[in-house]
Each structure stands twice: as structure tokens, then as C-alpha cells.
């Protein structure tokens, strides 16, 4: 038996993999049983739904939507496709959070290219310091990814509501591929309950009494709004369109928005605290936390197995090893005082308060 799905790349450790004495994983072997006509249906309505509020948006405020563009292949292709295909009055924004030279490469290229106007917002760099202290001492059992990614993100996202709402935007979009985020908070859609009717601050670190006021009032609260306020709707594209990752590298690179393929690649754009986030996952969980997303777009023919198989082990050695990009490990361990001792799993796996019910 090999250490990883002989299909789709699964890692053995992965609790789900179950691989048999073919080396073949759970996953791939349930594959058979997934009815694909009714995935397809299922995106075909969504890219239906799509389809109107990209019409519903336009002239409907100061702009018709907003993007929130990372630097990432996806959402600088998704900037793209709004402003080009859909010649929408688009918003790109931004959030100065722990993002590469390359990432702001392909930001500023894109912004220039596409001539969109941009908003960048920089947050306390303290408070995000402080927290990711927090959070890489007090895990819970899915490891540093799940826990330190799924509170960074929902700030991001409740900056870009909270953007939306003061310049009345009816319509955010985000360049989340399949698989993203996890699915017990979004797919394709934030639900107009958590949008309107949800506080976003997670329980763990409301209850730790270490943050105040102002730095818990970063998160999304609708009810700092007063009634009848209108939110926007949160969409993610990419789960509706067709989605291919190898396609988006090509084509991001093919239509000049990011300078090469090295640049598009998603190991090179990657948020550097990631580094230290993925080697806690390999300390403690024994596999990289974003091999089971990457293995489910295998399956799905949206990923390449061939890329993968090469640069899977090629991202773990760079962090097990810290060099090369891995040494983003080292830098983070520095920039947060923090030791690898220091990486721990305290807590039960989280249910989440933040759901996809309307």
C-alpha cells in the first residue's frame, strides 16, 4: 500500500482515505455512486442564478459589483471575465493582509491592464499578529489551515460587506474555486440568513478575553446596522462556471494579466503564514491540509494528477526542510515569536454557527 491515493493523490493519513490493498481511496471508490448529472444540474442552475444577478446588478449603485482580488490566478481571471465579458462597472478590492511581491505583481498589473478602480484596505497588522498567535496555540482538531484560515477569511469577506453596504454595491463576487471555502460555510453562495441575520466573530475568540471591543468589532455583525438596511449577495463564480485550474494558469497568462506561468502558479501566490500554517498540518496532522481540495479536483478532471504528483512532495519538502519558499516557515515563526512546540491542537473539531441555510 503506497502513502497516498494511486488515483487522485489522497494522502493515506487523511481520516476519509480509507485506501485499499490497491491503494485506492475511499473517495475514488464512492466516485462510482455520485450522480454526475445531478452536480451538473446543479451548476447549470447556479450558472443560470448567476446569469441574472450579473443583469440585476447594473446601475443599481456607485458600482454594479465588486471583486475581491487576491493576486491569485482565479480571482485576477474572475476580474477579467466581469469587467471583459460582462462589461460590468466593477470594483476591484483588496485586503493588505500577509500578500507575496507576486501576488501585488499580479494585482497591479491586472488593475492597470483591465483599467478597474481599486481599493485597498490595510487592518491592524497587530491585531492580525496577536490573533494568529492565538489561534496556532489553540487549534482545534483539524489543524492550523482550518483553524487560522477560517477565521482570516471571514474578516476579509465582512471587510468587503462592509465596503459594499456603505457604497450600496448589490453584488459581491469572489474567486473561490470548487472545494472553497469549506462547504458548511458557502457553495456558491453566503446565505442571506448569515449575510443579514449572523455575528461572524468566532466563539473562541470572543471567549478568550483577549481581544477588545475594536478588535472584535473587525468582524462582520449585521446587527451594527440599522433595520431595513439592504446587504449584498456573495457569490462565488467558479462554482458555477466550468472550472479548470490548469486552464486559469494558462489563460490568465495567455491574456497578459499576470506576467508568466510561474506568477500564475498558486505555490508562488500563496499567503506566506500559509508556509507555517501547512508545516503545523504536517507536524500534527501528518499530511498538507490542502491535498484533500486539490485530490477532490483530480477526481473532478479540474486539476492535473501529472502537476500535482510533481509538486505536491515538492511543497512539503520545501516546508519540512524550510528552504526555499519554505523559508516563509521560518520568517512566520520570527514575525510571531512563536516555536513549533508552540503549534498545538487544544480543541474538538468546531461546528460551525456559520451556515449555508437561507
Not at 482545534?140 to 465596503?163: F, I, K, M, S, W
Amino acid at each position: 500500500m503506497t502513502g497516498h491515493c494511486r488515483n487522485c493523490l489522497l494522502p493515506a493519513a487523511v481520516p476519509e482515505a480509507k485506501l485499499d490493498s490497491a491503494g485506492v481511496c475511499a473517495c475514488c471508490r464512492n466516485a462510482p455512486l455520485i450522480d454526475l448529472d445531478l452536480q451538473e444540474q446543479q451548476r447549470k442552475n447556479r450558472d443560470a442564478d448567476l446569469e441574472e444577478a450579473l443583469k440585476a446588478c447594473r446601475g443599481q449603485g456607485m458600482y454594479d459589483c465588486m471583486v475581491t482580488l487576491s493576486g491569485g490566478k482565479d480571482s485576477v481571471y474572475l476580474l477579467h471575465r466581469i469587467k471583459r465579458d460582462y462589461n460590468l462597472n466593477v470594483l476591484a478590492y483588496t485586503v493588505n493582509v500577509n500578500l507575496t511581491e507576486i501576488a501585488w505583481k499580479n494585482i497591479h498589473r491586472t488593475v492597470e491592464l483591465l483599467d478597474v478602480p481599486h481599493i485597498i484596505y490595510t487592518p491592524p497588522k497587530d491585531v492580525y499578529r496577536k490573533l494568529f498567535r492565538f489561534l496556532l496555540g489553540n487549534q482545534e482538531a483539524r489543524g492550523a489551515v482550518h483553524t487560522v484560515c477560517y477565521v482570516c477569511a471571514p474578516l476579509t469577506e465582512g471587510y468587503a460587506l462592509q465596503l459594499a453596504v456603505e457604497k450600496h454595491i448589490p453584488l459581491i463576487l469572489a474567486g473561490y474555486s470548487p472545494g472553497q471555502p469549506d462547504p458548511d460555510r458557502m457553495v456558491y453562495e453566503f446565505s442571506p440568513k448569515m449575510i443579514g441575520e449572523t455575528d461572524w466573530t468566532p466563539a473562541e475568540v470572543r471567549d478568550s478575553g483577549l481581544f477588545d471591543a475594536a478588535e472584535l468589532g473587525l468582524f462582520w455583525n449585521p446587527g451594527r446596522f440599522p433595520a431595513g438596511t439592504p446587504f449584498p449577495r456573495f457569490l462565488a463564480p467558479f462554482h458555477a462556471w466550468k472550472y479548470s485550474q490548469a486552464d486559469n494558469m494558462k489563460l490568465v497568462v495567455q491574456l497578459g494579466l499576470i506576467a508568466n506561468s510561474r506568477h500564475a502558479n498558486p505555490v508562488f501566490s500563496n499567503c506566506p503564514v500559509n508556509w507555517l500554517l501547512m508545516y503545523s498540518d504536517l507536524k500534527n496532522l501528518g499530511y498538507n491540509p490542502y491535498a484533500p481540495e486539490f485530490s477532490a479536483l483530480i477526481r473532478q478532471r479540474k486539476a492535473s494528477r501529472w502537476y500535482w504528483a510533481i509538486m505536491g512532495p515538492t511543497v512539503n519538502f520545501m516546508i519540512r526542510r524550510q528552504i526555499l519558499l519554505g523559508r516563509n516557515v521560518r520568517k512566520s515563526f520570527q514575525w510571531l515569536g512563536l516555536k513549533p512546540e508552540d503549534l498545538k491542537i487544544t480543541r474538538p473539531a468546531a461546528i460551525s454557527t456559520l451556515n449555508v441555510d437561507s
